[in-house]
Every structure is written in structure tokens, then in C-alpha cells.
């Protein structure tokens, strides 16, 4: 779909004003004359910003958000390095927030673990400055880095732009992105990789003096509590290696038991820490006592919390809905009531963070610990089969035409199919595949981001043809959503073949009378008329007709 479409008042005047009785015969072509008028687009309110929000109390980092400011004034990129728990995405979050009024052309936020920044560049363009690819750009099948370049030569808003970068693996996942920005973006990457570039700017976040430490537990805790107790308040911060991750969730855990002292909390801590096996101390040293911190929220959960927080690890890094979580823990039997409370606790013991009533986030750390507690239960393999059905059963749902109210629910939702088929294809039945391949190629397709659709749908097919042979109707399935992605894109001639094994595979495997030999059978005549249709439109616009035909109507 493009926002500069043929105007529903585009019409053929050829022949206006002519009233004919009997045949009538013409030498010559026809001219024919198309009024296109294109839909105004609403005007940007405000400066589009799609940052994460903060998780609350900022202590400390005054001076580092201030460096980051002088250097993205007069350089183009700066890399925030440090372990994590530094807090690394919260002073990023923080700076765009500051900042805002600096970047007119916008704050886009990217996540940068998932590996598709690219995409979600284009999905930003689209769904914050309301951009799509013109007609003409969308027939000639660009590919994305094409289709990225025109976004960015054609951004709506004015001014600098900065772009966030956040938790970043690795330089060649943010490359191809790099190298198509102009001077007018600002790029701020985190990341836990020292020496990105020897060309970046790099701010190394240090951890929270003593001082800023004990100020964010007394802001959580409160405090009055932490002064009664400050000299084990000063060693809980040292405890917790002054990082602002395991401070938070200690002082949250003050916070919602008002009767546990610090001294309490500072010898479980004490306790769980050199309870700790070699083998879980994937932490660093300071990150030690974050890690008995997490132990102590986890004891706190019931066995429902506990399920709900090891299916999340199986999530891909970045937001997830709530109710790709519901589908993801259908097949467990759990509850509405049961499920509620399970993510409250998590919530409560800030083992995740509520967005909104959408979404929700997990600190990439705590991620690591869900998924080490799954690793070593004996129900991770029916978790993982609940989290795949259901991520299977939501693809399926997804419809072949997306408006943009759609796109933003689909958003935060899709990564989470794409990571599935990427890093865990083999663990995959069979029946699943196809809806999981459908349901991303719809999402990218609705979107015309045509490139990355095709890149899925023909790897789908490929994969199902290999695992289910060549006339299973899952194929025929795939046949036919390849040829309706061509279709949108003006391949005809590449889409009728495909239109055509679809249709003789279900002849052969489901029957004539079966509902999918009349959709597609209808899909394979719709395409003809189309291209019908596009030819009589070429010739006309043309001049090259030169005897009678039926004028249509070209809105």
C-alpha cells in the first residue's frame, strides 16, 4: 500500500460528451487523459520519538548523559560501553528524553539484538512519520536496502535525527544501517563490546559511586528506612556491586515488604551468594551479588511465577505483548485467574516491567536467569512445544490485508516469530511451519516491505518442500501465498506457474470439492483479470488502441 495513491476521483475522459447511436468506428489510437490528484497526508504533530520509557529514579549519570550530548553535537556516533546492569538502555532512554527538542527529525529507537535493523528503521518511517513507498518504487521490487535508502533520502520530518542503537552484539549487525545514514543522523549505540570502532566515540559507563548507590535504595526503599539502617544499607550497595540493576530490585523488594529489615535482607543475600555454582556465574564479579538478588525475588514466587518466568526466557530479546505470552502458556492449563496473579508477582518482584497494557520487558540479565532455571527443569521441552504452538497459532491469524492499527499491535509481536524460525527451525513440528512462515510474510507484505517478504516466503517454501515433500497441501499453501506476494508486486508472470502447482496439488491431495481448490482456483482468475486489466491500462495510456473496447472506470 503506498500513501500516494491513484485518487478515487482519477478518471478516463477519452471520450466525455459523446453520445453515439449504432457502432461506432475510430481511426487512429485514443488518447486518454488521468486526472490523478494524491491524498494529502496528515501533518507530524510533535516530534516522533518511539523510545522505551524509563524504569523510574535516574541517579548518577549526570555527567555521562552530558559527555554524550558534546560529542553527538559535533560527531556522528557514540558507543556506550559497559557489563550489564549498568543501566547502559536507561541512560540512552534518558538522553532522548532530554534531548528530544535537539532532534526534530525524530528519536527512532532500534533494538539492536534482534538483528533486523533495517526493518525496523522502514517499520519506524511508517508507522511514525507515515511513510510508505510510492507506486512506482513498489513495481520495481526493491530490495531493502533500496527501499531503506529512498526512506531515509525522503524522511518527513525536519532537523536532526537520532537513532538508538540498543544493546548491540556486534558491529556488522549495525553496518549495513551505518553505512546508508547521512550526516543529518545521530547514532548512539549500547553495548556490552568494548572497541566497537576504533573510529566511535566511546563513553565507558562506570558503576554508581557509593554515594549515587545509596541514594537510588533510599528512593526505592525509602528514606527514612535506609537512614535508621545506613551502615548496612552501604554495605548492601557494595554487596550488589553498586550496579543499578540489583539495587533496584533489592529496594523494590524493601519496598513491597515493609517488615523485613535490611539487615534480613543483606544476610539472604549473603547467603545466596556463596551458595552460587561455579558453573551459574556466567556474572561477572560485580555482578555476583545481582545474581543472589535475583535467587531472592525468585524464592518469593509460587510455582505458577516460576513456569511463567522460565517460557518468557524462551521469548526473543526486545518487548513482548501479553497476549502472545497468553497463547504462549495456553497449552499449560493454566488459569486467567491463576496466570493474573502469576504476572503480578513477577511485576511486584520487578523480575519484568510492565510497558503498558501491551507489553511488557525483560532486563537482558534477568532473561539469562529464566533461561538457566529452564535449562535444568524437567519440563522445558512441553514449555518450549506451549511456546511454539501458540506463537504458531497467533502467526495463523495474522490476515493477508494489514491496516496500520494492525501494524502496531503485529509490531512488538513479530520479532518473536522471526527469532523462532531462525534459531530454532529444527525444534519446529511440522504442522507449525506453515503458519509461522504465513503469518511474517502477511506482516512484511501488508507493509510493502516486499524484499523481506519474499526473502520469507521462499524460504518457507523451500523448508516445507524439504520436510514434507513436494505435494503436501501445506505446500500448496505456501504456492499460493508466493504467487499472491507477486501478484501485489506486478509479477504476473511468475505468479500464475505457482497459482498453478497449488491448484494441481490440492486437485491431487484434497480433492475439487475441498474450499482450497475454489480459493485459489478464484486467486489464479483474479490474477488473470489483472493483468488483463493493467494491460488494457498500459495500451490506453499509450495511445496504441486503435479499435473499439469498453472503457473502464480507472479509480
Known sequence: MSSEKISPKAKQTALSNVNVKGDLSIEGGITQKIDIHEAPREKLTGIPNNSPLGTGKFVGRNGALKQLHEQLTHGRVAVVVGMGGLGKSELAMRYGQNHEADYGGGVCWINGRTGDMLTQVVQYCQLKLGMMLPEEKVKESLNLGQAMDWYLSNWRAEGPVLMVLDDVISLADCRPLLELLSPRFRVLITTRQPKLNADF?????????PEDALELLAHLAGQQRIETEQGLAIDLCETLGYLPLGIELVGRHLATNPFVTVAEVSNSLSLESEQLRPQDTYLMANQRGVRAAFELSWQRLDTTAQVLGQVLSLFAPGEIPWELVDRA????????????????ALVQQSLLQKNDQLTLALHPLIQEFFESRRQAHANREQWQQSYIQGLANYAGEIPYVVVLEQIKQLTPAVPHLTALLQHSLETIPDDCLEPLFRGVTRFYGGQAIYSVAQDWAE???AILQTRLGEDHPDVATSLNNLALLYKDQGRYSDAEPLF??????????????HPNFTAVSNNLTDLRQTKQRSRTRRLLSYGAIGFLMPLRSMA
Not at 498453478?500 to 470439492?513: F, H, N, P, S, V
Open 329 to 344: 502458556v495456553a497449552g499449560l492449563e493454566i488459569d486467567e485467574t491463576t496466570l493474573r496473579a502469576a504476572k503480578t
Open 459 to 461: 524460504q518457507g517454501l
Open 201 to 209: 566515540y566511546e563513553l565507558d559507563l562506570e558503576l554508581l559511586s
Open 500 to 513: 498453478l502447482q497449488a491448484i494441481d496439488i490440492i486437485k491431487q491431495r484434497l480433492g475439487t470439492e
